[in-house]
């Protein structure tokens, strides 16, 4: 069995498509195939169930593929350590950051990171939080910055700070002269919301039911600026995190905080157990908990 051979059988599994999986390989898909016939002989067993044009993992495929991702996560540890060791004058480190963090966290950090380390390659990338663990199983992430707590025997988790969310309104609603609305008060105000399936989603509907309170919204929308600007444009209110809406400073947009409850979530750094932590990463953490210190104390200084 060759390293090799174990990086074509992985590129299939995340294809599931051997003409796909060639492509992306730079090679034939007769070679590809006879590859993996290869790995098959010498596992003693089918490692995909081939049906028409279907392919799909079979148990022992499974096995296999969970097994793979821990060999290359150890070589990338491997190389990491040895980086680390030469003084870290070259490498890589990507990070996955929820895109709120994207926005108003990360600018700061990463331009003093860039600073420290001019040639480490660094890629940053907003994503949503299954994505963000779902990375980080496949060992395409470094680090994650996501929402806690996790529950995931195979990830370790840092916690970062704790935010609140408030209701950002456009200027001239009832509530812009408030200092804070109470949240069943929402039940007859036009919301705007992130879809169901958005974890900050998944966060408000719970604080509502919690007081018997179903938000339903006449919109939804997928980003948090496209939901900024619909408020901006008096089409209803939201609810979004604390110092994100401080650091949009829109004129036409007012935060007004949100009481009984005050909707809160906690936010962190995640990785993989056993994962080896090079001077570059801490450095990337040390960074990012000093901006998040600043943004919080600053949106305290708001309220």
């Given amino acids: 069995m060759e390293l090799r051979q174990l990086e074509y059988f992985m590129t299939v599994c995340k294809t599931l498509h051997f003409t796909q999986a060639a492509e992306e390989l730079f090679i034939s898909q007769p070679s590809l195939s006879q590859q993996i016939k290869k790995l098959e002989f010498e596992v003693g067993t089918p490692l995909f169930d081939r049906i028409g044009k279907k392919t799909a993992l079979t148990e022992a495929g499974k096995i296999l593929l969970t097994h793979s991702q821990r060999i290359f996560h150890e070589l990338e540890q491997a190389q990491a350590a040895i980086r680390d060791l030469n003084g870290l004058e070259r490498g890589n480190l990507t990070i996955g950051a929820l895109l709120t963090c994207v926005n108003y966290l990360l600018p700061p950090a990463i331009v003093k990171f860039k ?91 719970t604080y509502c039911l919690d007081i018997g309170l179903t938000l339903k919204p006449t919109l939804e929308m997928t980003t948090m600026e496209s939901l900024t600007h619909m408020v901006a444009e008096g089409i209803g209110v939201t609810i979004l995190p604390s110092p994100y809406l401080d650091s949009l400073k829109n004129n036409q947009i007012i935060k007004v905080n949100l009481v009984n409850p005050t909707p809160q979530r906690e936010i962190g750094f995640i990785y993989r157990k056993e994962k080896f932590m090079c001077q570059a990463t801490k450095s990337f953490i040390s960074q990012v908990t000093d901006a998040c210190n600043s943004v919080v104390e600053t949106s305290k200084a708001l309220q």
Avoid at 119 to 146: F, Q, R
Wanted: proline content about 7%; cysteine-free; charged content about 30%.
């Fill in 115 to 205: 600073q420290l380390y001019p040639n480490i390659e660094l890629s940053v990338l907003g994503l949503k939080a299954s994505d963000i663990h779902k990375k980080l199983h496949e060992n395409d992430l470094d680090l994650g910055i996501a929402f806690l707590p996790i529950i995931d025997e195979d990830l370790e988790s840092i916690p970062l700070f704790t935010e609140e969310l408030s209701l950002a309104v456009p200027l001239g609603h009832p509530f812009a002269k408030r200092k804070e609305v109470e949240m069943k008060e929402l039940k007859d105000t036009q919301t705007i919301l992130l879809p169901e399936s958005y974890f900050l989603r998944k966060l408000i509907d």
